[in-house]
């Protein structure tokens, strides 16, 4: 489970910046009891408000791009604050607060353009390893964890942090290396902070929903509830590229010796047995069917926490909240996976779906650098007589991270026929 990201001189994010996922003291609604850590309880939702230009998908962005150089398959994301000459010479940097099976880990790294330049996981208080760039092989430390079992061991695992490439972390360069006592933690980091941009798709869903019935079917019933118009989904399937549909609306799949291409079939209300392509659909329920997967019943798949960028992209509000409200209500077994995402739509702002926990706000400040706060930092007496009227409150600009618009008679307007030159 996530419980904070901090990033620092990337992209709009010029100062360490912190989003935590930590329930305040008190706060049990919309939360996690975290396994193996009394007391501390995280969010299961968080929303993120700004305006635009203001750094949300910056920050989707950070989570992304670190993500994915942890995997082992990404440039190093530096991206230093580009409104301070200053910064050029300064690395980026990122960390992840995270709970996995009951024991608490700090993981972070500092790049630039050519190296990483520092790296450190924790357990706890204690160093599992660091990593430092120096003039020739890296500076390496190795913590009690890795400093325990056959001297052997500890030699491989030095020898493999010692020759570990200047452009690539050591954290997935020892999991690839099978130093079993990390492998875990890559394995979460990589894969179980999950990135969704709106134009996102999610890998393999034809083959899921051709290979579970199960699947096929809540995806059926799903799309109908929300009045899509769609009452059953059908998976094609050929040998060759059907000719009738775009390539981003045929999935291909090597599949015992063979070339399987896939495409949906949507069987509408009325249509008397006629059927639709996915390209024919509208771009909301297109957005549907890439987020679907994570209202999905998956037993016995670890604690994820999703992070969604625009949310609310091609939309309708009911529809997103009927989205969160599914989420909230998954069974025991999905009730520990987290959703981060950021939002425009302030029709949420009801009091009711989402509390003042799960609310931060992204703004700029007048050097252009993005900055975080969250709406459970205010006084609470003041947020108890706004819990009706949230969405009011943030619109007259009480909690910041709106546009603040210049008059109308000061703003730009194109020129009247008149006023035209030759």
């Given at each position: 489970?996530?419980?904070?990201?901090?990033?620092?001189n990337?992209?709009?994010?010029?100062?360490?910046?912190?989003?935590?996922?930590?329930?305040?003291?008190?706060?049990?609604?919309?939360?996690?009891?975290?396994?193996?850590?009394?007391?501390?309880?995280?969010?299961?939702?968080?929303?993120?408000y700004?305006?635009?230009?203001?750094?949300?998908?910056n920050?989707?962005?950070?989570?992304?791009?670190?993500?994915?150089?942890?995997?082992?398959?990404?440039?190093?994301?530096?991206?230093?604050?580009?409104?301070?000459?200053?910064?050029?010479?300064?690395p980026?940097?990122?960390?992840?607060?995270?709970?996995?099976?009951?024991?608490?880990?700090?993981?972070?790294?500092?790049?630039?353009?050519?190296?990483?330049?520092?790296?450190?996981?924790?357990?706890?208080?204690?160093?599992?390893?660091?990593?430092?760039?120096?003039?020739?092989?890296?500076?390496?430390?190795?913590?009690?964890?890795?400093?325990?079992?056959?001297?052997?061991?500890?030699?491989?695992?030095?020898?493999?942090?010692?020759?570990?490439?200047?452009?690539?972390?050591?954290?997935?360069?020892?999991?690839?290396?099978?130093?079993?006592?990390?492998?875990?933690?890559?394995?979460?980091?990589s894969?179980?902070?999950?990135?969704?941009?709106?134009?996102?798709?999610?890998?393999?869903?034809?083959?899921?929903?051709s290979?579970?019935?199960?699947?096929?079917?809540?995806?059926?019933?799903?799309?109908?509830?929300?009045?899509?118009?769609?009452?059953?989904?059908?998976?094609?399937?050929?040998?060759?590229?059907?000719?009738s549909?775009?390539?981003?609306?045929?999935?291909?799949?090597?599949?015992?010796?063979?070339?399987?291409?896939?495409?949906?079939?949507?069987?509408?209300?009325?249509?008397?047995?006629?059927?639709?392509l996915?390209?024919?659909?509208?771009?909301?329920?297109?957005?549907?069917?890439?987020?679907?997967?994570?209202?999905?019943?998956?037993?016995?798949?670890?604690?994820?926490?999703?992070?969604?960028?625009?949310?609310?992209?091609?939309?309708?509000?009911?529809?997103?909240?009927?989205?969160?409200?599914?989420?909230?209500?998954?069974?025991?077994?999905?009730?520990?996976?987290?959703?981060?995402?950021?939002?425009?739509?302030?029709?949420?702002?009801?009091?009711?779906?989402?509390?003042?926990?799960?609310?931060?706000?992204?703004?700029?400040?007048?050097?252009?650098?993005?900055?975080?706060?969250?709406?459970?930092?205010?006084?609470?007496?003041?947020?108890?007589?706004?819990?009706?009227?949230l969405?009011?409150?943030?619109?007259?600009?009480?909690?910041?991270?709106?546009?603040?618009?210049?008059?109308?008679?000061?703003?730009?307007?194109?020129?009247?026929?008149?006023?035209r030159g030759?």
């Amino acid at each position: 489970m996530l419980l904070q990201f901090t990033v620092e001189n990337f992209l709009s994010f010029r100062d360490e910046t912190s989003l935590s996922m930590r329930a305040p003291p008190g706060v049990t609604e919309q939360t996690i009891e975290v396994p193996g850590q009394p007391g501390l309880r995280v969010m299961r939702i968080t929303a993120l408000y700004g305006a635009n230009a203001s750094g949300k998908s910056n920050l989707v962005g950070a989570i992304q791009a670190a993500t994915a150089l942890i995997a082992g398959d990404a440039p190093l994301p530096h991206g230093p604050f580009w409104l301070d000459e200053r910064s050029n010479s300064r690395p980026s940097r990122f960390q992840f607060d995270f709970v996995l099976q009951g024991r608490r880990y700090t993981y972070g790294f500092e790049v630039d353009a050519s190296r990483v330049v520092s790296e450190w996981l924790f357990e706890g208080e204690g160093l599992i390893f660091s990593r430092e760039a120096g003039e020739g092989e890296p500076r390496v430390e190795l913590g009690d964890p890795l400093r325990q079992g056959e001297t052997s061991h500890q030699q491989r695992i030095l020898f493999v942090a010692k020759g570990v490439p200047d452009r690539r972390l050591l954290l997935p360069e020892m999991a690839e290396r099978h130093v079993h006592e990390v492998r875990p933690l890559h394995e979460w980091l990589s894969k179980g902070v999950i990135s969704i941009r709106p134009e996102t798709r999610y890998r393999g869903l034809y083959r899921n929903l051709s290979l579970n019935p199960k699947l096929r079917q809540f995806y059926s019933d799903s799309l109908q509830a929300m009045d899509t118009g769609i009452q059953e989904i059908r998976v094609i399937d050929s040998e060759q590229m059907p000719e009738s549909s775009r390539q981003d609306t045929v999935e291909l799949s090597e599949e015992n010796g063979r070339r399987v291409w896939r495409r949906l079939e949507f069987v509408h209300q009325g249509s008397a047995g006629q059927t639709l392509l996915e390209e024919h659909e509208s771009d909301g329920t297109r957005r549907l069917l890439h987020l679907l997967p994570l209202l999905y019943a998956r037993p016995h798949v670890p604690p994820n926490t999703f992070v969604i960028d625009e949310l609310d992209r091609s939309l309708h509000t009911s529809l997103t909240r009927r989205f969160l409200e599914d989420f909230l209500a998954q069974g025991p077994t999905d009730a520990t996976h987290q959703l981060l995402f950021t939002t425009h739509d302030t029709n949420l702002l009801n009091g009711r779906l989402l509390i003042p926990a799960a609310i931060w706000f992204v703004e700029k400040d007048r050097g252009g650098a993005s900055h975080l706060h969250s709406l459970a930092e205010y006084n609470s007496g003041q947020l108890a007589r706004l819990t009706e009227r949230l969405e009011e409150g943030y619109l007259q600009g009480r909690f910041g991270a709106i546009p603040f618009l210049a008059p109308r008679d000061l703003a730009w307007s194109p020129r009247r026929e008149e006023d035209r030159g030759p």
